[in-house]
Each structure stands twice: as structure tokens, then as C-alpha cells.
């Protein structure tokens, strides 16, 4: 079975202090790691999506980096408006679905809280 | 331009009733999904569409659960004799094909009473 763990389970940051998600996975064959960022009360919003080990995507603040069995969010110099649940979530090939499964796991989420 | 939408944004209804939920996918999308996310409880899956038809429905939690989509576009997911367990926000998502991002909605807020 396909699973997702996130790390911290929530984080307290002051502005400019730098710091680090993680998001361990265990599946079958990965077809796709994403990041997405949800506000309270608001739909998750998509960040990045990672497809192989090594690969590394950036926005403004924010870097997502893959390996085998982990992805990190970076977040350099995090502001207020960084602060938001953070969730990981992975695609995969699946032996009974041709082409691949099209649904997404989900962790529960990091809640990072950025104080001014 | 316009993203996913659904209707109603917030839903509250007696234990036993039937409610539907609407989603109205990004235009051109061709693929759209159903989400679950209750408190404590991370995303689930239950169901996805390509154009009308759903080649999984594994997620749905029982069969008073049921989906819909029509004309390629709207979908409407429908919860018979609801339960209290049923109270979540139901998420939808749209993409554009197989294997693309999925965008979601805001949600619809489902309490029962």
C-alpha cells in the first residue's frame, strides 16, 4: 500500500529563519511527487510536481528536492504570508491500472506558522 | 481564468437526508476528481472521471456514496441516508489529461447533524 509521511507535524519559524518539510513515501513505482500549499478554510494549491530522484524545482522562497524515499521543502528567509498547511502527496504505477494510477496519497501535512 | 468551482460552499443537513455536492471543472479539462478530507485525516481519494466515465471508484466508502459526470464537464456526487461519519470538506479537482496536475476547488463543507 502506497504511504505518505510527513515531518514535522507543525513548525514555528521566525521571519528570515530557514528551515526544512520532510515528506518520506513508500510506493510501488513513483509516477509523480507534489507539493501543494492550502490556506485555511481553501482548496489545496499546487506548488511542484518531482518525477525522479535528483530533481530539484524552485518558487521565489520555496525549493522542493527528491530522492529515492524522500522530498524536502526548503523554505529560505520564510515571510508571514509562507505560513499555510503544507502537503505532500504521491502518484504511482500500479500493476492493475494500465498507464498508472491516476489518484493522489496525501500525508497529513506540515502546518508551518511564520511569526513576524 | 476561471478555476474549479463548487457548489454549495457549505452544506448542513440532518442525519438520514440525501445531499449532492457540484463540481464545475477548469474549462478543456478532461479528467476531474473527489476528494475527502476529514479532521485529523489527511486528502482521500474516491473517485475519478475521464470525459464521462470512471475507472476508479475505489475510494468510495460505501455504496451510499455515488458520482456523476456529465457532458464531460459538471459532476455531482451524492450521499445517500448520511451518516455523521460523512461530515468532511469534499474537495474536487480537475486536469487536463491523464497524469497532469490536478487543480482543486475551494471545497464543499458537509456537516451532519
Known amino acids: 500500500e502506497d504511504q505518505v509521511t510527513q515531518s514535522p507535524e507543525a513548525l514555528r519559524l521566525q521571519e528570515g529563519e530557514s528551515s526544512s518539510l520532510n515528506c518520506s513515501y513508500t510506493v510501488s513505482g513513483l509516477r509523480g511527487l507534489f507539493w501543494y500549499r492550502q490556506d485555511p478554510g481553501k482548496g489545496p494549491e499546487f506548488l511542484f510536481t518531482?518525477?525522479?530522484a535528483g530533481e530539484e524545482k524552485e518558487k521565489e522562497r520555496l525549493k522542493a528536492t527528491l530522492t529515492k524515499k524522500e522530498s524536502f521543502l526548503h523554505i529560505t528567509a520564510p515571510k508571514p504570508e509562507d505560513s499555510a498547511t503544507y502537503l505532500c502527496?504521491?502518484?504511482?504505477?500500479?500493476?492493475?491500472?494500465?498507464?498508472?494510477?491516476?489518484?493522489?496519497?496525501f500525508g497529513k501535512g506540515t502546518k508551518l506558522t511564520v511569526n513576524p | 481564468g476561471a478555476g474549479v468551482s463548487q457548489s454549495p460552499s457549505n452544506k448542513v443537513t440532518e442525519k438520514g437526508k440525501d445531499v449532492e455536492l457540484r463540481c464545475d471543472p477548469i474549462?478543456?479539462?478532461?479528467?476531474l476528481y473527489w476528494y475527502r478530507q476529514s479532521l485529523g485525516q489527511g486528502l482521500e481519494f474516491l473517485i475519478y472521471f475521464q470525459g464521462n466515465s470512471a475507472p476508479d471508484k475505489s475510494g468510495l466508502p460505501s455504496d451510499r456514496f455515488s458520482a456523476e459526470r456529465t457532458g464531460g464537464s459538471v459532476s455531482t456526487l451524492t450521499i445517500q441516508r448520511t451518516q455523521q461519519e460523512d461530515s468532511a470538506v469534499y474537495l474536487c479537482?480537475?486536469?487536463?489529461?491523464?497524469?497532469?496536475?490536478?487543480?482543486f476547488g475551494p471545497g464543499t463543507r458537509l456537516l451532519v447533524l
Open positions: 474549462s478543456g479539462h478532461t479528467a
Open positions: 518531482l518525477y525522479s
Open positions: 502527496a504521491v502518484q504511482a504505477w500500479s500493476p492493475s491500472v494500465e498507464g498508472g494510477s491516476e489518484k493522489l496519497v
Open positions: 479537482a480537475s486536469s487536463l489529461g491523464l497524469a497532469r496536475t490536478q487543480y
